[in-house]
Nanobody, 118 residues
Framework: QVQLVESGGGFVQAGGSLRLSCAAS????????MGWYRQAPGNQRELVAT???????YYADSVKGRFTISRDNDNNAVYLQMNGLKPEDTAVYFC????????????WGQGTQVTVSS
Protein backbone atom coordinates (compact mmCIF):
# COMPACT_ATOMS: atom_id res chain seq x y z
CA GLN A 1 0.00 0.00 0.00
CA VAL A 2 0.97 3.60 -0.60
CA GLN A 3 0.07 6.29 1.88
CA LEU A 4 -0.18 9.97 0.99
CA VAL A 5 0.10 12.56 3.74
CA GLU A 6 -1.25 16.00 2.89
CA SER A 7 -0.94 19.31 4.66
CA GLY A 8 -1.28 23.04 4.06
CA GLY A 9 -5.00 23.53 3.64
CA GLY A 10 -6.82 26.24 5.50
CA PHE A 11 -8.97 29.33 5.40
CA VAL A 12 -7.86 32.39 3.48
CA GLN A 13 -9.37 35.56 2.05
CA ALA A 14 -9.57 36.16 -1.68
CA GLY A 15 -6.20 37.14 -3.05
CA GLY A 16 -4.32 35.20 -0.42
CA SER A 17 -1.97 32.26 -0.77
CA LEU A 18 -1.63 28.72 0.49
CA ARG A 19 0.93 26.00 -0.09
CA LEU A 20 -0.18 22.38 -0.14
CA SER A 21 2.25 19.54 0.51
CA CYS A 22 1.98 15.82 -0.06
CA ALA A 23 4.48 13.08 0.72
CA ALA A 24 4.13 9.49 -0.42
CA SER A 25 5.36 6.50 1.55
CA UNK A 26 4.92 2.74 1.57
CA UNK A 27 5.31 0.18 -1.19
CA UNK A 28 6.68 2.56 -3.78
CA UNK A 29 8.88 1.37 -6.60
CA UNK A 30 8.77 4.37 -8.89
CA UNK A 31 6.38 7.29 -9.23
CA UNK A 32 5.33 8.19 -12.73
CA UNK A 33 3.42 11.32 -11.82
CA MET A 34 2.02 13.24 -8.89
CA GLY A 35 -0.75 15.76 -8.91
CA TRP A 36 -3.59 17.58 -7.23
CA TYR A 37 -7.31 17.25 -7.75
CA ARG A 38 -10.12 19.12 -6.07
CA GLN A 39 -13.78 18.57 -5.39
CA ALA A 40 -16.37 21.07 -4.23
CA PRO A 41 -19.78 20.03 -2.86
CA GLY A 42 -22.06 19.06 -5.71
CA ASN A 43 -19.21 18.99 -8.21
CA GLN A 44 -17.17 16.23 -9.72
CA ARG A 45 -13.55 15.81 -8.79
CA GLU A 46 -11.40 17.76 -11.23
CA LEU A 47 -7.74 17.80 -12.07
CA VAL A 48 -5.95 20.93 -10.90
CA ALA A 49 -2.32 20.26 -11.76
CA THR A 50 0.03 17.37 -12.36
CA UNK A 51 3.75 16.87 -12.76
CA UNK A 52 5.57 13.87 -14.19
CA UNK A 53 8.82 12.36 -13.02
CA UNK A 54 10.45 14.09 -15.97
CA UNK A 55 9.19 17.51 -14.91
CA UNK A 56 6.39 17.99 -17.38
CA UNK A 57 3.47 19.94 -15.93
CA TYR A 58 -0.19 20.43 -16.65
CA TYR A 59 -2.55 23.03 -15.22
CA ALA A 60 -6.27 23.43 -15.47
CA ASP A 61 -7.17 26.62 -17.32
CA SER A 62 -8.85 27.98 -14.22
CA VAL A 63 -5.59 28.02 -12.24
CA LYS A 64 -2.99 28.86 -14.87
CA GLY A 65 -0.82 31.76 -13.80
CA ARG A 66 -1.91 31.44 -10.18
CA PHE A 67 -0.90 27.93 -9.09
CA THR A 68 2.51 26.29 -9.36
CA ILE A 69 3.13 22.58 -8.93
CA SER A 70 6.55 21.23 -8.00
CA ARG A 71 7.97 17.95 -6.82
CA ASP A 72 10.85 16.36 -4.98
CA ASN A 73 11.42 12.98 -6.59
CA ASP A 74 14.00 11.91 -4.01
CA ASN A 75 11.47 12.34 -1.23
CA ASN A 76 8.37 11.36 -3.22
CA ALA A 77 6.76 14.68 -2.45
CA VAL A 78 4.64 17.11 -4.42
CA TYR A 79 3.68 20.70 -3.63
CA LEU A 80 1.08 23.13 -4.87
CA GLN A 81 1.71 26.83 -4.38
CA MET A 82 -1.60 28.63 -4.72
CA ASN A 83 -1.50 32.40 -5.17
CA GLY A 84 -4.26 34.85 -5.93
CA LEU A 85 -6.86 32.51 -4.49
CA LYS A 86 -10.48 33.01 -5.49
CA PRO A 87 -13.70 31.88 -3.81
CA GLU A 88 -14.23 29.40 -6.64
CA ASP A 89 -11.03 27.66 -5.55
CA THR A 90 -12.84 26.51 -2.42
CA ALA A 91 -12.80 22.71 -2.39
CA VAL A 92 -11.26 19.66 -0.85
CA TYR A 93 -7.89 19.14 -2.48
CA PHE A 94 -6.63 15.59 -3.00
CA CYS A 95 -3.10 14.47 -3.66
CA UNK A 96 -2.76 11.80 -6.34
CA UNK A 97 0.13 9.50 -7.16
CA UNK A 98 0.48 7.31 -10.22
CA UNK A 99 3.09 4.56 -10.06
CA UNK A 100 5.12 3.11 -12.89
CA UNK A 101 4.53 -0.47 -11.70
CA UNK A 102 1.44 -2.12 -10.27
CA UNK A 103 -0.55 -4.04 -9.41
CA UNK A 104 -2.21 -0.85 -8.24
CA UNK A 105 -1.07 2.26 -10.05
CA UNK A 106 -3.30 5.00 -8.64
CA UNK A 107 -3.40 6.27 -5.04
CA TRP A 108 -5.20 9.13 -3.31
CA GLY A 109 -4.69 11.17 -0.20
CA GLN A 110 -7.38 11.87 2.37
CA GLY A 111 -7.92 15.42 1.18
CA THR A 112 -7.30 18.81 2.72
CA GLN A 113 -9.89 21.58 2.86
CA VAL A 114 -9.18 24.90 1.18
CA THR A 115 -11.70 27.65 1.86
CA VAL A 116 -11.44 31.06 0.20
CA SER A 117 -13.72 33.85 1.35
CA SER A 118 -14.65 36.92 -0.67
Amino acid sequence: QVQLVESGGGFVQAGGSLRLSCAASGSIDSINAMGWYRQAPGNQRELVATITRFGGTYYADSVKGRFTISRDNDNNAVYLQMNGLKPEDTAVYFCNVKLVVGPRYDYWGQGTQVTVSS
